[in-house]
């Protein structure tokens, strides 16, 4: 059965935070190097997408506990892989490679499963982060017109990533916590000059994230102009993840699903940040919260992000199993 099929049929469930579960590992220096970096000229702990070359048994492993857990749709380790990102940590000419070798990790681990479950489809979202810059405002207050990234630069980087995400087996690509449209469009780019090129078809999920009260993104969009910015090219679905809790989430989720004839995802952090920077709230506090979502009927995938673990994972595939998913042909005046 198509993807389209089954979120026509039900709730897909995506999985929780992959930094949350490493962190639960309390890596040191020595265990991001492995024996291939060890002569490494900085400082790797931190970066978490290495894991996956040197590490890569702990990250299967955190990818089993979410299909445990009931997620249909499991998340690459890749959010920060692009040469862009690994510039940070002198690892430019990886970028390839870490896509490629995370989505043929997730890619195996799908199959373990599809094996033990054969009538139950599973599916790799390859994860495209946004970068650490922006490419439509900039970052020297007193240099307004100053940009530290351009549209090519990051369409070079992107194309890069969905190339191995793409060789590695993933099933979707997932353009995720979008905080300025002009880097999603950059990725959105790369994506369509790759599957013009090789005359493939891989559905895109797109997610944004509203970055505070005044519901708009970090580049200034309400709901309203992210979606129609989104609009240019054909997509699977839209939603929101990260930087709110459930709670604070629902009403900019719901706004989209009430314009959107897309299929409408969600995955919100466990609440909001404590004083040191962690997640507090409970499995059974964002059940009960993301049950508010399913009711209402304004997703067709739910999951978590940061601070969201296995055991919250479980919880909401629980109750989605309980409710029906939102029909995007059918769309509210709300």
């Known amino acids: 059965m198509s993807i389209i099929k089954e979120l026509e049929n039900r709730i897909l469930v995506l999985d929780g935070a992959m930094g949350t579960m490493i962190q639960n590992h309390s890596l040191e220096e020595e265990d991001f190097r492995g024996e291939r970096f060890i002569n490494h000229p900085c400082a790797l702990k931190g970066n978490n997408d290495l894991l996956s070359l040197t590490q890569p048994n702990i990250i299967k492993e955190i990818h089993r506990k979410y299909l445990d857990a009931g997620a249909d749709i499991i998340e690459t ?24 070798e995370s989505a043929k990790i997730a890619k195996e681990v799908c199959r373990e499963y599809l094996k033990k479950t054969p009538n139950q489809s599973r599916y790799v979202a390859g994860s495209i982060g946004p970068t650490n810059k922006t490419a439509s405002m900039s970052p020297d207050v007193n240099d307004p017109g100053f940009r530290a990234i351009t549209f090519d630069e990051l369409t070079v980087a992107y194309r890069e990533q969905v190339l191995g995400l793409i060789d590695g087996g993933s099933n979707l690509l997932l353009v995720e916590t979008i905080f300025d449209t002009l880097n999603a469009k950059a990725a959105l780019y790369a994506i369509n000059q790759v599957k013009e090129e090789r005359a493939l078809t891989i559905p895109i999920m797109v997610s944004g994230t509203i970055t505070d009260a005044s ?9 309203e102009a992210f979606r129609i910015s989104m609009s240019h090219i054909p997509i699977l679905s839209i939603g929101f993840n990260c930087a709110l809790g459930a709670d ?10 009430n314009k959107s004839n897309l299929f409408v ?15 507090d709230q409970s ?3 964002m059940q009960d919260l993301i049950e508010g979502y399913l009711k209402q009927s304004i997703v067709n995938i739910i999951g978590g992000c940061c601070g969201t673990t296995p055991d919250h994972i479980r919880l909401i595939a629980e109750v989605a199993k309980k409710h029906i ?10």
Not at 77 to 99: C, H, K, P, R, V
Not at 215 to 223: A, F, H, K, Y
Not at 325 to 334: M, V
């Open 283 to 285: 499995p059974e506090e």
């Open 265 to 279: 995802s969600a995955h919100p952090n466990a609440g909001l940040p404590n004083a040191f920077g962690e997640y």
């Open 248 to 257: 604070q989430l629902l009403p900019y989720v719901k706004r989209l699903a």
């Open 77 to 100: 380790n890749t959010f920060s892989s692009t040469s862009i990102g690994m510039a940070d940590y002198q690892m430019e000419d990886l970028a390839y490679e870490l896509n490629y």
């Open 215 to 223: 519901g708009r993104t970090l580049s200034g969009q309400t709901v």
């Open 325 to 334: 998913p939102r029909n995007p042909k059918i769309l509210s005046n709300a």
